[in-house]
């Protein structure tokens, strides 16, 4: 069924394989994916995420995954075998994917809630390995690396639409006031996105004294997390808080901040994914007098993905300052404890 294929792949390959929350990580030998179907495609992983939701899911476990399991679903890497059917790819290619792309048949889908998918499509094994086979739809929409941009930022491609479609959700514009709650990868990316649609001044919270630099970097203005009081961001913004705060924690004390200071007629945007039954008490005639937008922002509408990665092609977003940690795979086992440290931003295996 083979269309094109290096002819030097090698039978097995390594991958870091996960047996379980709390175990570590190990690496194993498995057999190397090879095209099976007309629209397959595999790759030779060049850089794979382990992000927060991967820590999590190695530590505490997830409801979808039963080890044992190889993880990774953001992966970047170069085309070494295509099916048949696959005419947009060929071997040699660097490529990017989307990694949850709409089904386009589902109820959601056809309600035109894409974003919300409900075939969970995914990578599987995943991308922790040197090799990876993809399919249809995932093989479909992946996406040529263009020249200049490295593997590590072609990778964040997911996490910018996702944080691009929270700027659109919100309608960030010219001459605003926005915070954005948070300061990891998500929020410093937040911060470039808010600017680039002209917000005049865009506040981020600062819990860490080390990350200060980075949001001055990103274009924006730090705010210590303590200080997050709406007596405070009202001095900030001349006596009326922001127009747009971004909640990119997710946690409940966060979130309350972010009702408390936004203005009158402001937005609040839900970002951060809070643990499973976190509640806030909310103020409901605050609401309702002060006409206060609460919006929920996961994962992006079609075409937001392809607008993330114009934006790393034409160099309007800097990815660079965000890759802060390489894992290579021999040095899986460490990857949660890198992942935490507090200077680590974006922790990438490189298989
Ligand atoms: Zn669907």
Redesign the pocket.
Known sequence: MTGTAAPSLPSRMRAAVWRGPGRPLTVEELPTPRVEEPGDVVIRVRAAMFGAALVRAVTVGHPRLSPPAVLGTLVVGDVVETGAAVQHLKPGQRVTLDPHP?????????DGL?AL???KISISPGAHAEYVRIRPPVATHARPVPPGVSAGEALLTEIVACVLDATHTAGIGPGQDVLVIGCGPVGLIQVQLARLRGAQRVFCSVNHPGRRHLVHQAGGIPVAAEDLSAEHMAVLTAGRGPHVVVEAVGSAATYASAFEVVRDGGTVVGFGGCPSGTTIPLDLNAVHYRRIRFVGSYHYAPGVFEEAARLLETGQIDLKSLLTHRIPLDRIADAVATARRPDCLVPVVEP
């Open positions: 709409p089904c386009g048949h589902c109820d959601n889908c056809r894409q998918c409900s075939t």
